[in-house]
Each structure stands twice: as structure tokens, then as C-alpha cells.
């Protein structure tokens, strides 16, 4: 029941049929409340392709964004997500082979949505005096506009706003960041190459740490599973742990190991994008059931970057 509520689609399908009740009960406007939320659903993703198209600018390649309607990440589209992320999401990385991240495109990139924003706020206007247009449905759509660009401006710790600031007062950690998340999608590098050229002398780059205990999983999984599940790996970030502790699981499970209940659990307690992929692993692991890990077959890619995948998928060949 918590997975249901914590879905894109039951707050979708619990609005509606709220809306419908109330419509047909009561003197509310359940259509004046339908755009309201279609509105807010479409300037939520107008925000995040103006992410999209700064970063586009600056070479930077799409991975993943997201809205209340769904997600596309890593070449596919997700209809049913996590509630959290159906705020918004962009994410994007710059390929090697086109040089490192610098201020100037991270600076663009993370304004680009409240650009957007202020765009829309000015030609809404204009247009609405211009033509004198009265409608409730156009006030709200430029209110909605407005509110998002104020709300995002504002920096506050982990907001666009506040993430601005700290590149503009010389905190260049979001650049160690960047170029660290870079590796995940790297076609050109091998694993060997990426762990290796991976700086971990930042300590606030979690990005760094995550990149390199996953290149090490990859070149180990050609070798013996054993070294993988075996070997500490530290991380700087709770939900890249929690990921790369799933992946161990996993090579320990392919190495014909048996899972205690505490690490059958790690499955369970996924958040963000990851949760998605490792639920069906959970239910698998829970049940015994095989049809779960025919959820996998269907699709070529699982997670937001093609290392994760490839470490994901090599494991579970092994099942």
C-alpha cells in the first residue's frame, strides 16, 4: 500500500475522481480545478526544458527529466514513478569527448528553467493586455510561472537559487560534481579508465566516490563476484550507498550466496529513480517468484546511466 501511495498515478487518478465527486455533489468547479492541475503540470515541465535547452546549448546531453506525467530517462519513458520526482527533474551530462564542465555552462544550465519561467511570465502578459484577454485559466498559467520562478530563484540550500549563488560567490564543488557524474556516461573509457581517472581528493564531490566503487564493480565482475560483496566500498551520499550496497547484494546472490533478511531489505529501502528497478528485485527476493525478473527482459536499460545499467544487468545474467 505505501509503494501505491507514493506513485505519480494515484495522486493522479485520486485527484480526478475527487474532482468528478465533487462536481457532481456540490456547487464546486471540478474543470476550473482540472486545468489548474494540467497547468501546473505543464509549466512543471516547461521549467525543466528550459534546464534542457541552456544545457543543450553547451553541449550537454539529456539523461533524464521528468514531470507529474512521467519520466523519460536513459532512452525510455516511465509512466508510473516515484510521487517525489514527478516535481521535476532534469538531468543532464556532458560527454568527455566534449571537455569539462566549466561555471559559465553550469551556471546556464541551472538557470535555464527559471529563464524559461520568466519568458513565459512576460509573453503571458503581454498578450493578455495587448488583447485584453479575461481568463482565469491565463491569469493562473502566468501565476503558476511566476511563483515556480520566484520559488527556484530563491536560494535556499539544494534549489537552483541557491545553487546559483554558490558557483557565483566561487564554490566550485557542483563543477567537481558535474564533471565526476560525467564518467557514468562515458562510451569512450573503460572501467579500468574511469576508476582511475576519477579524483577523489574532493570531499564534497559524493559524485566521485559513487563513479569509482562502481567502475571497480564492473571490472570485478569479470573477474571473481566474490571481490565485489567482500570488499567495503565507502560512499559520500546515503542514496549512492544504499545503490551500491544493492549491487553487492546482487553479485553475492550471482555467486550462489544466500541474502539475510537485512540485505533482502536494502531492495526495499531505494529512493529517487533507483527504487524503481530494485522493487521488482525485492518482490523477487521476498517471493521467490521468477516472473518478477521477467520485468527486466522487457526493457534494455533500468537506471539513469549505462554503467549502472551494465552493472546492474551483468549481475542479474547471473541469477
Same mark, same amino acid.
Given at each position: ?110 538557470? +535555464?528553467? !527559471?529563464?524559461? &519561467? #520568466? ?9 493578455? @493586455?495587448? $488583447? *485584453?484577454? =479575461? ?30 549563488? +554558490?558557483? !557565483?560567490?566561487? &564554490? #566550485? ?9 560525467? @564518467?557514468? $556516461? *562515458?562510451? =569512450? ?131
Amino acid at each position: 500500500m505505501k509503494n501505491i501511495l507514493n506513485t505519480n498515478w494515484f495522486w493522479i487518478i485520486f485527484i480526478i475522481t475527487l474532482g468528478i465527486t465533487l462536481e457532481f455533489t456540490t456547487n464546486f468547479d471540478a474543470l476550473f480545478l482540472f486545468g489548474m492541475i494540467v497547468v501546473w503540470i505543464v509549466t512543471v515541465f516547461y521549467h525543466e526544458c528550459g534546464h534542457w535547452f541552456f544545457a543543450k546549448i553547451r553541449t550537454m546531453k539529456l539523461f533524464m527529466i521528468s514531470s507529474f506525467a512521467g519520466m523519460y530517462m536513459n532512452g525510455r519513458w516511465y509512466f508510473s514513478i516515484p510521487a517525489y520526482i514527478s516535481w521535476g527533474v532534469c538531468g543532464m551530462y556532458r560527454p568527455l569527448r566534449n571537455g569539462r564542465m566549466t561555471k559559465k555552462d553550469s551556471m546556464w544550465y541551472i538557470s +535555464g528553467g !527559471m529563464i524559461f &519561467n #520568466l519568458i513565459a511570465v512576460v509573453l503571458l502578459m503581454g498578450i493578455r @493586455y495587448i $488583447f *485584453s484577454i =479575461e481568463n482565469d485559466i491565463l491569469d493562473f498559467t502566468i501565476l503558476m510561472n511566476g511563483v515556480i520562478m520566484i520559488a527556484t530563484a530563491i536560494p535556499v540550500k539544494n534549489n537552483d537559487g541557491g545553487r546559483l549563488l +554558490g558557483l !557565483m560567490r566561487g &564554490n #566550485l564543488d557542483e563543477l567537481e560534481v558535474f564533471n565526476s557524474s560525467n @564518467y557514468l $556516461f *562515458s562510451e =569512450e573509457l573503460s572501467a579500468k579508465e574511469i576508476f582511475n581517472e576519477t579524483s577523489l581528493e574532493n570531499e564534497n564531490d559524493y559524485m566521485a566516490s559513487y563513479v569509482r566503487n562502481l567502475a571497480f564493480i564492473e571490472m570485478e565482475s569479470n573477474n571473481d563476484f566474490k571481490n565485489i560483496y567482500s570488499t567495503t566500498l565507502i560512499e559520500r551520499h546515503e542514496i549512492n550507498l544504499q545503490v551500491i550496497r544493492g549491487f553487492q547484494a546482487m553479485y553475492k546472490y550471482a555467486d550462489g550466496q544466500e541474502l539475510d533478511s537485512h540485505e533482502i531489505e536494502i531492495f526495499n529501502g531505494q529512493a529517487s529513480v533507483y527504487s524503481i528497478p530494485f522493487s521488482k528485485l525485492y518482490q523477487f527476493f521476498k517471493t521467490g517468484e521468477t516472473e518478477h525478473l521477467a520485468y527486466f527482459e522487457k526493457h534494455r536499460t533500468h537506471f539513469p546511466s549505462e554503467l549502472e545499467n551494465k552493472v546492474f544487468m551483468r549481475a542479474l545474467e547471473a541469477f
